[in-house]
């Protein structure tokens, strides 16, 4: 059973950045891709970005191209988001999501394993 432990959300002044850090652990990390995914309150979960288990290829959500850049470490089994330049808009709970060979799409029913969750507050 896949196990994923997400860190480093915190309270940041817009303008600021923050890295927020999953440790994959239960199986072999090397062949998922993983996904960060963001809940603001009152929304609905919407897809951040997205590596997949092989080659160079990202995938982000419009709003956060250029401003947030997704990368994984096989040696630590660790995926990350560095997140700079956050506004207001970028405030939500952050989670981390894995799928077994994915293709890194946008769709969150694809991914079959779930953090629960960091959080992340912008202020003005």
């Known amino acids: 059973q896949v196990q994923l432990v997400e860190s480093g959300g915190g309270s940041v002044q817009a303008g600021g950045s923050l890295r927020l850090s999953c440790a994959f652990s239960?199986?072999?990390?090397?062949?998922?891709?993983l996904a960060w995914f963001r809940q603001a309150p009152g929304k609905e979960r919407d897809f951040v970005a997205a590596?997949?288990?092989?080659?160079?290829?990202?995938n982000y959500a419009a709003s956060v191209k250029g401003r947030f850049t997704i990368s994984r470490n096989n040696a630590n089994n660790t995926v990350s988001l560095q997140m700079n330049n956050l506004t207001q808009e970028d405030t939500a709970d952050y989670y981390c999501?894995?799928?077994?060979?994915?293709?890194?799409?946008?769709?969150?029913?694809?991914?079959?394993?779930w953090g629960q969750g960091t959080q992340v507050t912008v202020s003005s």
């Open positions: 999501a894995a799928h077994y060979r994915g293709m890194g799409r946008e769709n969150d029913y694809t991914y079959n394993y």
């Open positions: 239960g199986r072999s990390f090397n062949y998922y891709t």
């Open positions: 590596i997949p288990w092989f080659g160079a290829y990202r």
